[in-house]
């Protein structure tokens, strides 16, 4: 007879709980009783209780043994399979819109052929039995670069939005300022522009300014909208006074609804309705929860129980507030529209980089919305890496694995397409979150890793990114178990090679020929020092003032630095020289000669600015998500050299593709 312990591993291991993880160190670490119950709570199972632990284990072994079909099945598009039956069945196979694509009886086994890419639910009905089988069709891989630039290796500019100084924004950088920005660097040369996740943050979570901790990822931030009256170019100053802009910005969005609901012509008034109805229950939902959250707060957890999900009386409460919201995501999304245009018709193949976050706040729309898939009791995070030595706790919200497959992926599906259709270059951050997540349960037991459905989760990347024409990079970096840069490029998104990062045993960077040719590469990132800070150890000496080093410690880092800076000479052929713009354009001409299909330069390199955008790991100790550009919008034609700019960055590049190495064929359309 088991014991509690072991009936408890019992189901962790059904479930997809890590019974162990090896850290940074290489260490072995062995998830406690406390760990298990708490993350298997947040997959729904009650663990309160030996008998509880029992019977859910029981009920989950019982459903996995009568099943007479998997409960979800990956398929290539185009490929055909068959499926074994315990008896003689009826079947059909009805895609997204309730079209039937194929029906037949089998004796033994169902077989499919020949599906299109994208999303199917298979019915079988049997003597004494029916199943549901949902079927995911993707496409042999997501677009390549070739496919969606016409060019197997580019370059481009990556920057925070937010920082973008200009005549009009008032302060804060808004999409007319991104449309700017990207048409004077695809005049240059550069084949896509990256900025922070442009998630919506809540119009009521007035301290929110940290753009990887959206209220949901599915809509639009509406701090970065163009107002129609010039707001002027606002403070001088270095760092973004959010609470300042908002209070201005929201006056005038205010004032810009009024008059759109009372003069707007009936042009306007029935494209604004034709964009609420396909945008259907979804939209509805988010505005609901955005007029709600003025009234109750930003956290729903705090709002009256008959409130805190949606329904009838959440949307009668909200009343004609959430129309308010509505247009101003309507608005947004012509705005961001107009920003890629901008970009592609200035010579950009790919136009906007936008990244999705890991997930959204615990209290957000995201979470109202879907409560469904939501997993309880946990937030989600990071252990130490070179990220930060302490780890990471980003209060987070995660879907549930088990929850989503149920569910059928549907809000990842719809935060997916809404992003892809703005953008022709998707970065997915935290990747390795596909394969596994870390949670940390809300009780204080240590955190620990939960299995993802990695191949169902790299089939609907792939298949929405081959309905919108998209590149798609992972962010792999951290902990990264054995083949999983394998199973992601494979499904053909790129991954993410950070110069900074990539070091040899004894802590060397490697020589860019080293870097991975599937990927995009950079030598720093939004999370990094910039390359300046780099060089003369800024990040080192936050870290020291933080605590988190003591002087000793950071003695022997600044030691480490200087042998990599050493390093870093003799790799690009740099002398003594301490000039920063030298030292820049001579890394970046380094990274040019590598093999890597992507390279990105941060806009704070290009204009040496020192410190960097955000500091993994801190909140209030270091000025994240506030540093503005030093050189305003206006002048990035003179500021951003475009001359410079394409002599170290050339659009051609005599390598041979990976896709073209691997023989794969086209993403089908």
């Known amino acids: 007879m088991m014991s509690a312990d072991v009936k408890l591993r019992a189901l962790a291991r059904e479930c997809g709980v890590y019974l162990e993880f090896r850290n940074l160190a290489g260490q072995k670490l062995e998830a406690e009783p406390p760990t298990l119950r708490a993350l298997l709570g947040g997959l729904g199972y009650p663990t309160a209780t030996d008998a509880e632990i029992s019977e859910a284990l029981a009920e989950r072994q019982a459903v996995r043994h009568g099943r007479k079909l998997p409960e979800e099945l990956v398929l290539e598009a185009g490929s055909s399979t068959s499926i074994a039956v315990p008896t003689r069945c009826d079947w059909s196979i009805v895609s997204e819109n309730g079209d039937e694509v194929q029906t037949g009886t089998g004796s033994t086994a169902i077989s499919i052929a020949d599906l299109p890419v994208g999303y199917f ?243 957000g729309a995201e979470v109202w919305t879907n409560g469904k898939t939501i997993a309880e009791g946990i937030s989600i995070g990071a252990p130490p890496d070179h990220l930060s030595p302490k780890g990471q706790s980003w209060d987070l919200a995660a879907h549930a694995p088990n929850k989503l497959s149920a569910n059928h992926y549907q809000p990842l599906r719809s935060m997916l397409g809404s992003l892809m259709n703005k953008c022709g270059l998707l970065r997915i951050d935290h990747a390795l979150g596909l394969l596994r997540s870390y949670w940390l349960p809300d009780d204080g037991s240590p955190g620990g890793y939960v299995s993802q459905p990695f191949e169902a989760l790299l089939a609907v990347i792939a298949i929405e990114a081959c309905r919108n024409g998209c590149v798609v990079v992972g962010e792999d970096l951290g902990l990264v178990p054995d083949g999983f840069r394998e199973g992601l490029n494979n499904a053909g998104l790129y991954s993410y090679a950070v110069w900074q990062y990539e070091t040899d045993d004894q802590e060397q960077l490697v020589a860019p020929r080293d870097l991975r040719s599937f990927s995009l590469a950079c030598f720093g990132t939004h999370d990094t020092p910039t390359m300046a800070g780099f060089w003369h150890g800024i990040d080192i000496d936050w870290w020291r003032e933080i605590g988190w080093l003591n002087s000793s410690e950071a003695h022997d880092r600044h030691g480490v630095r200087a042998h990599q800076r050493n390093g870093l000479r003799r790799l690009c052929e740099l002398g003594t020289e301490m000039d920063t713009s030298r030292i820049g354009d001579t890394i970046h001409a380094g990274l040019a000669g590598s093999q890597a299909a992507m390279i990105a330069i941060q806009l704070d390199d290009l204009f040496g600015v020192t410190e960097a955008q955000n500091l993994p790991g801190t909140i209030n100790q270091h000025p994240n998500w506030r540093r503005r550009l030093p050189v305003p919008i206006e002048q990035f034609p003179i500021a951003a050299s475009p001359a410079r700019l394409r002599d170290l960055m050339p659009s051609t590049r005599n390598s041979i593709h990976e896709n073209e190495q691997k023989g794969l064929e086209p993403c089908p359309k």
């Open 121 to 363: 639910l298979l019915h079988a009905a049997g003597e004494g039995w029916s199943e549901d089988l949902f079927l995911l069709s993707p496409p042999t891989r997501a677009p390549s670069l070739s496919e969606a630039a016409g060019t197997n290796r580019c370059w481009g500019v990556c920057g925070a939005l937010y920082g973008l100084r200009s005549r009009t924004n008032g302060g804060l950088g808004n999409y007319s300022d991104l449309g700017v920005a990207a048409a004077a660097l695809g005049r240059s040369g550069a084949q896509f522009f990256g900025i922070n996740p442009i998630h919506a943050l809540g119009w009521a979570a007035q301290d929110t300014i940290s753009p990887y901790s959206p209220t949901h990822r599915g809509f639009f931030n509406t701090d970065h909208l163009s107002a129609a009256s010039d707001l002027g170019s606002g403070p001088r100053e270095e760092l973004i006074d959010y609470k300042g802009f908002r209070a201005m910005h929201r006056a005038v969005l205010e004032t810009e609804y009024a008059v759109f609901a009372q003069k707007s012509s009936d042009a306007e008034q029935t494209a604004f309705r034709t964009y609420c109805e396909l945008s259907g229950q979804a939209l509805s939902d988010f505005a609901t929860f955005e007029a709600l959250s003025e009234k109750h707060g930003e956290a729903f957890q705090r709002w009256p129980k008959a409130l805190q999900t949606p329904g009838r009386q959440a949307q009668a409460e909200a009343g004609e507030r959430a129309t308010f919201h509505k247009w101003m995501q309507w608005r947004a999304e012509e705005q961001i529209g107009a920003a890629q245009q901008s970009a592609t018709s200035s010579g950009m193949q790919l136009g906007l980089y936008l990244d999705l976050a890991v997930g959204p706040r615990r209290g």
